[in-house]
């Protein structure tokens, strides 16, 4: 059971907006900031989200983040089939010293 | 051109050991922290282990403190994970990352992630 809780799936037709959840405690996404993971099928994460909202170069400005209290989401806008991928969560757990990940969200692109 | 490339995975018998390294290529090694980050057949991410720049800070998830030590060689570009006493439960793809800064905390992100080295723990 992971510590940050996300849905399994997700999925909408192309072009529309989708949102992920990410919900957690005060010693980690009350307190720290969340970072977003995409990965594709059969490939290493990638950085998508990080401190600030900031996205790395080459990221789509399709995708944001966002954070309220103990729950933080990740909107993808413009949906396409490229963004078919599993997205993680992430973030600084004050009380384990350590980071802990959302159990990932499968987006499907109808 | 920038990568990270893991290596040393296998199958190995429960209770047995094992390290795994990762070679880091075209940036300032010695500039960032450095982490393992494991993924089970199926399953999601779960963060193993990291360490600092200069080795003076290192950090394990719960699942293997006691058991793994992570460490690197800023002279040869190399990170590295010892796994002692394997359990069932360690079986999965390990990767290594890259930090965006030098430190191990909060403020920190995974801006590099290697293919990965895959770890069978069986009988």
């Known amino acids: 059971q992971s510590v940050l809780t996300q849905p399994p799936s997700v999925s909408e037709a192309p072009g529309q907006r989708v949102t992920i959840s990410c919900s957690g405690s005060s010693s980690n996404v009350g307190s720290n900031p969340v970072i977003w993971y995409q990965q594709l099928p059969g490939t290493a994460p990638k950085l998508l989200i990080y401190?600030?909202?900031q996205r790395p170069s080459g990221v789509s400005d399709r995708f944001s983040g966002s954070k309220s209290g103990t729950s933080a989401s990740l909107a993808i806008s413009g949906l396409q089939s490229e963004d078919e991928a599993v997205y993680f969560c992430?973030?600084?757990?004050?009380?384990?010293?350590?980071?802990?990940f959302g159990g990932g969200t499968k987006v499907t692109v109808l | 051109e920038v990568y990270l490339v893991e290596s040393g995975g296998g199958l190995v018998q429960p209770g047995r050991s094992l390290r795994l390294s990762c070679a880091a290529s075209g940036f300032t090694f010695d500039d960032y922290g450095m982490n393992w980050v494991r993924q089970a057949p199926g399953k999601g991410l779960e963060w193993v282990a990291g360490i600092n720049w200069n080795s003076g800070i290192t950090g394990y998830a719960d699942s293997v403190k006691g058991r793994f030590s992570i460490s690197r060689d800023n002279t040869k570009n190399l990170l590295y994970l010892q796994m002692n006493s394997l359990r069932a439960e360690d079986t999965a793809l390990y990767y290594c990352?890259?930090?965006?800064?030098?430190?191990?905390?909060?403020?920190?992100?995974?801006?590099?992630w290697g293919q990965g080295t895959m770890v069978t723990v069986s009988s």
């Open positions: 992430a973030v600084w757990d004050d009380t384990l010293n350590g980071w802990v």
């Open positions: 990352a890259k930090n965006n800064n030098w430190g191990l905390h909060s403020q920190s992100a995974f801006d590099l």
């Open positions: 401190i600030y909202n």
